[in-house]
């Protein structure tokens, strides 16, 4: 049973490109969450998706935006990338009847 | 505000227990977790302990939450060299809504 999957696995772009990150949820899956993590620091909460709607949004400005798709898969976008976003982005999924999330492995993303 | 507090380091000797220790500021927290993660991968749910209960244990690992001090603890018995990582504690405040991860706790084990 493959559990979160996330692509690509690692990734660079210039300061004010724009960027997608892709994950497909752990099959049964329904809700996706993405994380931001800093080096040397715990993740920290970007926003969630579920029935294909942002149901939570943490501290992150509009640069960030989501979507998540029927098949419950989800993209995470950043415009205007800033040396500052260079960081570990975790997907994690999970279902309304368990504890816990499933996470990705992430995308490393290094902004020059 | 929301807020998880952890140690940064922590070493062991190989058999040795370890104690990773967590505070947290929410009062409103529903479920403490604990993750690990090891170089360059993601997160791995490693226990979670709902708030109405003091303790859980599963195999090596035991949990302890003391809901008046908001202080949680991850006891590793027989703590084996695999057992190296980073551990986080996070918290929230219902089932399904956002994590507040600590910064990790590095537990490293010598031989």
């Known amino acids: 049973d493959a559990g979160v999957t996330q692509s690509p696995t690692h990734l660079i772009k210039t300061r004010g490109q724009q960027v997608t990150l892709r994950c497909s949820p752990k099959?049964?899956?329904?809700?996706v969450s993405w994380y931001q993590q800093a080096l040397g620091q715990g993740p920290q909460f970007i926003f969630q998706y579920y029935e294909e709607e942002e149901r939570q949004r943490g501290n992150f400005p509009d640069r960030f935006s989501g979507h998540q798709f029927p098949n419950y898969s989800s993209e995470l976008n950043v415009n205007a990338l800033l040396l500052g976003d260079s960081a570990l982005y975790l997907c994690?999924?999970?279902?309304?009847?368990?504890?816990?999330?499933?996470f990705g492995s992430g995308t490393r993303l290094t902004v020059v | 505000g929301e807020d998880v507090e952890q140690s940064l380091f922590l070493s062991v000797r190989e058999g040795d227990s370890s104690v990773i220790n967590c505070t947290y500021t929410?009062?409103?927290?529903?479920?403490l977790y604990w993750y690990k993660q090891e170089p360059g991968a993601g997160l791995q749910l490693l226990t979670y302990i709902f708030s109405n209960m003091d303790m859980k244990q599963d195999q090596r690992l035991t949990v302890l939450l003391n809901k008046k001090d908001k202080h949680l603890s991850l006891r590793i018995a027989d703590t084996q060299t695999g057992d190296s990582a980073i551990y986080f504690c996070?918290?929230?405040?219902?089932?399904?809504?956002?994590?507040?991860f600590g910064k990790g706790t590095t537990l490293s084990v010598s031989s």
């Open positions: 929410d009062s409103s927290s529903t479920y």
């Open positions: 994690a999924s999970s279902a309304g009847t368990e504890r816990g999330y499933t």
């Open positions: 996070a918290e929230s405040t219902l089932s399904g809504t956002a994590l507040i």
């Open positions: 099959s049964g899956h329904d809700t």
